[in-house]
């Protein structure tokens, strides 16, 4: 079984430029979770989806970053303006969606650096 | 604000020895998670233990949970230079019913296994 899939693995960009991730989950996974992780820190829930429905984006910054997911299957992370501080590693995970002792798949991420 | 915290932050053993790790929380929880990455794999999901368990195994992997401490202890039996990699506790709260769970992720161990 395929995993989840992301691009691109490496991003370097200038503050104020902007920058798209991709992420394609297990086929069959209703969730999709996009984290961000911090070098040192955990990573951090950005948005969930469920199918093509957000479920929470509480902790989304809202003004820079948007996130899609047409058709309930890949799902994109969009940041405009990128800024120094959102050099992260950017996590794209998947679920079945079935209940509360789901597993989480992780993809390898998407490393990005700001200038 | 991540919910868990990690403690030792890093954690240097040889090979063939014990490692422990624990893990502290603030709120209430439906299940707590440990997940390992190194560069290798990526976050892989190793084991999950319910709020109403108090101890789990898997392999080498021996899980505890305090639910009045709100408190988790992580022991890799054993060790080889493979275990070596940076571990994190997370914490389901639950969401929605009839959604996914919902992780936060602690500050996470580092482990380093030596030959």
């Known amino acids: 079984e395929a995993g989840v899939a992301q691009s691109p693995r490496y991003k370097i960009i200038e503050k104020r430029q902007s920058v798209a991730f991709w992420c394609n989950p297990i086929?069959?996974?209703?969730?999709l979770y996009w984290y961000q992780q911090i070098l040192g820190q955990g990573p951090k829930l950005l948005i969930q989806?469920?199918?093509?429905?957000?479920?929470?984006d509480s902790q989304l910054p809202k003004d820079r970053f948007s996130a899609e997911r047409l058709k309930g299957v890949d799902s994109t992370l969009k940041i405009q303006p990128a800024k120094l501080e959102d050099s992260a590693v950017y996590l794209c995970?998947?679920?079945?969606?079935?209940?509360?002792?789901?597993?989480?798949?992780f993809g390898p991420g998407t490393r990005l650096t700001v200038l | 604000s991540q919910q868990g915290e990690e403690d030792p932050q890093a954690l240097s053993i040889q090979e063939g020895e014990n490692a422990t790790m624990n893990c502290s929380y603030k709120?209430?929880?439906?299940?707590l998670q440990w997940y390992r990455q190194n560069s290798g794999r990526g976050l892989v999901h190793l084991i999950l233990?319910?709020?109403?368990?108090r101890e789990k195994h898997s392999g080498r992997l021996r899980v505890t949970l305090d639910t009045s401490k709100k408190s988790s202890s992580l022991l890799i039996t054993a060790s080889r230079a493979a275990d070596t990699a940076s571990y994190f506790c997370?914490?389901?709260?639950?969401?929605?019913?009839?959604?996914?769970?919902?992780?936060?992720f602690g500050t996470g161990t580092r482990l380093q296994v030596t030959l």
């Open positions: 995970a998947s679920s079945s969606g079935r209940g509360a002792t789901d597993t989480q798949y």
């Open positions: 086929s069959g996974h209703a969730t």
């Open positions: 989806f469920q199918n093509n429905g957000v479920v929470d």
């Open positions: 709120t209430s929880i439906n299940n």
């Open positions: 233990i319910r709020s109403n368990e």
């Open positions: 997370a914490t389901d709260e639950g969401g929605l019913v009839g959604t996914a769970s919902k992780l936060t």
